[in-house]
């Protein structure tokens, strides 16, 4: 099995890669950190699974988007993303874009090792039953980070050109779509399922 990962932390990369030797299942490890030219990499190296990480750090792009792109791009290939951000909205999204697993990356060498074997005999893997929230329209996500940011709701009807009272119709599917009853509620949720931007410092 001839694997590609597509990782910006280099530590990582080479841990894994000294974790996979002993496995006679594996083939071929092959780590990338520049994404310029991974569509041609792909293709010239016909990798059986591609390992890609959500969070892609100083690369100027994000994991799911890059996987989007190169099943778009290379719809047969398989993409598992193995991650520390093990969210169910990031299992959803990379499921519904036709991802094949949703791995940890604090997985056990021989856990991964067999759930790749799965993944390579046509099987799927999505750890924990993805529970379905309805999915959150655009709008509905940029006014849940307005109100995590403290923002009221009459200026965030004027920053997004709408009536306070549409605003407070969005906010109410947004309960309902969460399952929440406050603001204070839909936030904490919202960061939970991955839908809010934290203010990191």
Do not use: W
Not at 92 to 101: I, L, T
Not at 128 to 156: A, C, M, P, S, W
């Amino acid at each position: 099995m001839n694997i590609l990962l597509i990782d910006d932390h280099v530590l990582f990369a080479k841990s894994l890669e000294i974790a996979l030797e002993d496995y006679t299942e594996i083939e071929k490890f092959i780590y990338i950190k520049d994404i310029s030219q991974v569509i041609s990499i792909i293709k010239n190296e016909k990798p059986d699974i591609i390992l890609i990480d959500i969070n892609l750090g100083k690369i100027d792009n994000d994991g799911l988007s890059l996987a989007k792109d190169i099943i778009r791009i290379i719809p047969k290939v398989k993409i598992v993303m193995l991650t520390g951000y093990d969210l169910p909205v990031y299992k959803y999204e990379a499921q519904k874009m036709g991802a094949k697993g949703f791995i940890n990356k604090n997985i056990e060498p021989d856990k991964f090792i067999e759930i790749l074997n799965q993944i390579q005999n046509g099987y799927n893997y999505f750890p924990n039953e993805i529970k379905y929230i309805e999915e959150l329209t655009h709008r509905e996500k940029l006014i849940l980070q307005f109100l995590y940011n403290g923002v009221k709701r009459k200026d965030i009807a004027t920053q997004l050109y709408l009536s306070e009272r549409t605003v407070s119709n969005h906010i109410q599917n947004i309960f309902d779509k969460l399952n929440v009853s406050s603001s204070l509620e839909a936030v904490t949720k919202g960061a939970q399922l991955g839908y809010i931007k934290l203010n990191m410092q």
